[in-house]
């Protein structure tokens, strides 16, 4: 069973800092791995979704990289900013093609100080 | 609209009583899935309607619990005689394989069962 684990739990840094989301999952037989982020009393918005045959993607400051054998992704932010505060959840899909139901992290709080 | 409409955004009911939640997928999205997100839980995979292919109902958690697409569009959540651990956001999404299998979320219904 697949199982996505996103630590810490919660992260506090200051206005413009570079930082790091990690997330791991157990099993590398994935079909894609999507990166999302949620507002408080929000749904979830799409941020970067990377096929398991891609290294990475970028959209802006953002930057996704995903490295299946070692079953890891990283979401980094460039020069973080208050408006980026949000909870950062990232999920996987299992092979079989486009169209999967989704393995969620419990994501990661993030809160950037000005 | 151009994103998933979620009805009602929040709902408060009785213990007991019967709940319909409502979801409109992007246009020409044939995948489309309910999630549930509990107060400082991660979210729960409930059930995926891939076109006319039989529903995915794997993660509902008991038989009080059903949902429906008609005409490959709008889907239905029910939760029959709701009962206090049922309170929760219910979040909706869907995808197409046109877009990798991106998923797009509504903004959800949150649900409080008293």
């Known amino acids: 069973k697949q199982e996505v684990t996103q630590i810490p739990a919660a992260l506090s840094v200051p206005e413009g800092e570079n930082l790091v989301l990690n997330c791991s999952f157990t099993?590398?037989?994935?079909?894609?791995l999507q990166w999302f982020r949620q507002d408080p009393g929000k749904g979830l918005t799409s941020l970067l979704l990377i096929q398991s045959s891609q290294r990475e993607q970028t959209s802006g400051r953002l930057n996704a990289s995903l490295d299946k054998s070692s079953g890891r992704s990283t979401l980094y932010i460039a020069a973080s900013q208050p408006g980026d505060s949000a909870t950062y959840l990232c999920?996987?899909?299992?092979?079989?093609?486009?169209?999967?139901?989704?393995?969620f992290g419990k994501g990661i709080t993030l809160s950037v100080r000005p | 609209g151009a994103g998933v409409s979620q009805s009602p955004s929040n709902k408060v009911t009785e213990k007991g009583k019967d709940v319909e939640l409502r979801c409109d997928p992007i246009s020409g999205h044939t995948a489309l899935y309910w999630y549930r997100q509990s107060l400082g839980q991660g979210l729960e995979f409930l059930i995926y309607f891939q076109g006319n292919s039989a529903p995915d109902k794997s993660g509902l958690p008991s038989d009080r619990f059903s949902a429906e697409r008609t005409g490959g569009s709008v889907s239905t959540l029910t939760i029959q005689r709701t009962q206090q651990e049922d309170s929760a956001v219910y979040l909706c999404a869907s995808s197409s394989r046109r877009t990798a299998g991106e998923l797009f979320f509504g903004e959800g219904s949150r649900l409080t069962v008293l």
């Open positions: 999920a996987v899909s299992p092979p079989g093609g486009a169209n999967s139901k989704l393995t």
């Open positions: 099993d590398s037989a994935i079909y894609n």
